[in-house]
Structure formats: structure tokens, C-alpha cells
């Protein structure tokens, strides 16, 4: 629906693991090309992927791990989108607290991480069950807005 509504789907994900040495780089492209062929397969193929391979505890911190804003930045820049009118969403609060500074909106989904998370997210992030109920958030927002536009 989100696609179909004109939206671009991006993934950003840290992936400290390799950094500590859990797994390569080469492991983590495997399994991203898995996952990206599973997405297109239900027609929500990534329009792109950002990862951090970084982590803190090893070589210090960097702009892209998330709630940084680099990964944000480089797949907004790429391609053409205004983070002001985009929505973050993921189940860890550093999903949408770099989304909300950068000026978009936040949505905190349920599962995974997301149900010990409820309290620790930013003032105004909506809160949703599960990916299917926040892109209906999403999609009455942006109707809602395209409404008092017009």
C-alpha cells in the first residue's frame, strides 16, 4: 500500500556484529540479498539499504550507526527524499529518533524490540501493533494532510 501510495521503502539497520567479529561483511550481504528477495517477491523490494557495521566498543563512534543520522542522510540524498515529509519506523527507539531530528515523523512498531521500548521513544512518536497498522497510519496522515493542502 505505502509502495503503491508512491513511497520509497528504505532499510537502515545496524549491524554491530561485525564489527565485534559475529559475522562478515560478505555474511551480512548474503543475507540482506535473501531478505531483499523474499521483500520483492511480495512486491516490497527495498528501494535502497543502508548498513552500519560499526560499533562503539569497537573503533569508537561513527555518523552512521543509528540513532545516528548518516545512513538517513546518504539514502535520502540518493535517492531525492525530504526527511520533513518521510516517516521512520522500527521497533528501537534509535529507528526513530534520527528520523525525528532530522525532522520526519517516528513510528514505534510493537513487535520485536518494540513492546519494552513504548516508553523510551521521543515526545510524539506514534505507536503502532505491528508494520501493517503503521503504514495504515501512515497512509491516513498522508491523505489527511494531501486533504487540508488541497
Known sequence: ALRD????????TNQSGIARGLYSEEDYHRVAARLDSILAEQGVGPDRTEYC??????GGPCRCRKPGTGMHEEASRELGLDPERSFFVGDKPSDVEAGVRMGGRGVLVLTGYGQDSREKVPPGTWIAKDLAEAAGMILEATQADAASDG
Open 53 to 58: 557495521p560499526h560499533h562503539p566498543d569497537v
Open 5 to 12: 501510495s508512491g513511497f520509497a521503502l528504505v532499510v537502515v
